[in-house]
């Protein structure tokens, strides 16, 4: 059965912008920096309106991350973009001491995340850094779905007060989220209502899991999908509820297997509500040059990876 469509396709990045240009309508006290890549981070249109409130630091990254921390302490709401490698991997130390330590009302804009950058290839393609920035303590990490989400994920990023991680993506992509909707930090989003196993599944990988689900209810297999956008805070009580009513799970994300989504839904399960969990991930690799539908393929992200993991992750609950 199928329950979504689309009509475009659209990069998560315009979305982010999009966002922005809102944002910074709104709130004459939101200011964008960028280092050297204000195309690639769609902050284009914010740069033409708003002149006097964007920053170009050039390739310096961990100035950027330093001068954004300063202007949020003088009161304003920076958005410090950069491709996601740069943005944090460079830049770690001074993310952690002068953003998430002083809890800075930062928001890091981390474009061209995961393996889909595509033919950038290793160097640029980051696969930790969901892990990175969510052990850092107070730091909020958002990975919407779609343009729709993204543009909603960042009005709700410039609202809220305190640091942001906000992840999203080059490729273009389904738009099957409601442009009207509300984010809410830390809401999981039921997509599809099922009992046999539930599918947790953030970013990129919500489609991929759309189309698993049709895969599965062909089979005779009714799965529960959740969209989990922010991976934290975590909604807890979203998990242990769908777990619960189906008695296993299944994480699918554009990421390392360590450090992402699923192991933040296992360290929960295993704490309060033990079951059987498979991954679907990058298993401990780097990324590597391609198409990035090549590369999804190859590092086992596409739906029928989704499917197998299901039916492993029922294999097991009926043991």
Same mark, same amino acid.
């Given at each position: 059965m199928k329950r979504f469509s689309y009509t475009e396709k659209k990069d998560t990045r315009s979305g982010f912008g999009a966002g922005l240009l809102e944002v910074g309508r709104k709130? &004459? #006290?939101?200011?964008?920096?960028?280092?050297d890549l204000t195309g690639s981070l769609k902050m284009d249109a914010f740069k033409k309106e708003f002149h #006097?409130?964007?920053? %170009?630091?050039?390739?310096?990254?961990?100035n950027m991350i330093s001068v954004?921390?300063?202007?949020?302490?003088?009161?304003?709401?920076?958005?410090?973009?950069?491709?996601?490698?740069?943005?944090?991997?460079?830049?770690?130390? +001074?993310?952690?001491?002068?953003?998430?330590?002083?809890?800075?009302?930062?928001?890091?804009?981390? $474009?061209?995340?995961?393996?889909?950058?595509?033919? #950038?290839?290793?160097?640029? +393609?980051v696969?930790?850094?969901?892990?990175m920035m969510k052990m850092l303590p107070g730091m909020v990490v958002i990975n919407p779905c779609d343009y729709n989400q993204t543009k909603a994920a960042t009005i709700a990023a410039a609202e809220h007060k305190g640091p942001v991680y906000l992840r999203f993506g080059r *490729?273009?992509?389904?738009?099957?989220? *409601?442009?009207? %909707?509300?984010?809410?930090?830390?809401?999981?989003?039921?997509m599809i209502d099922g009992c046999d196993v539930v599918i947790f599944a953030t970013g990129h990988?919500?489609?991929?899991?759309?189309?698993?689900?049709?895969?599965?209810e062909d089979k005779g297999i009714k799965p529960e999908l959740i969209n989990i956008h922010t991976i934290k805070p975590l909604d807890?009580?979203?998990?242990?509820?769908?777990?619960? &009513?189906?008695?296993?799970?299944?994480?699918?994300?554009?990421?390392?297997?360590?450090?992402?989504?699923? #192991? $933040?839904?296992? %360290?929960?399960l295993s704490r309060e509500y033990p079951a059987p969990l498979e991954y679907v991930a990058v298993d401990d690799k780097f990324g590597e040059s391609g198409k990035p539908d090549e590369?999804?393929?190859?590092?086992?992200?596409?739906? *029928?990876?989704?499917?197998?993991?299901?039916?492993?992750?029922?294999?097991?609950? %009926?043991?």
């Open positions: 709130n &004459k #006290d939101v200011v964008a920096m960028c280092a #006097d409130r964007f920053f %170009q630091a050039g390739i310096a990254e961990a954004g921390s300063g202007m949020a302490v003088a009161g304003k709401v920076p958005f410090v973009g950069s491709f996601a490698e740069f943005v944090t991997g460079r830049v770690y130390d +001074q993310i952690r001491q002068s953003v998430a330590y002083t809890g800075a009302n930062v928001k890091i804009a981390a $474009s061209h995340a995961g393996i889909t950058l595509g033919e #950038d290839g290793a160097t640029h +393609q696969m930790e850094d969901i892990g *490729p273009t992509v389904p738009v099957f989220t *409601p442009e009207d %909707q509300k984010f809410e930090i830390g809401k999981a989003v039921k990988l919500v489609w991929k899991a759309i189309e698993a689900c049709e895969i599965l807890k009580e979203a998990v242990i509820e769908a777990v619960k &009513k189906c008695g296993c799970a299944v994480s699918a994300e554009e990421h390392l297997i360590n450090g992402g989504l699923g #192991d $933040s839904i296992a %360290q929960l590369l999804m393929a190859k590092f086992g992200l596409e739906a *029928p990876d989704i499917v197998a993991a299901v039916e492993r992750a029922i294999a097991r609950k %009926q043991k």
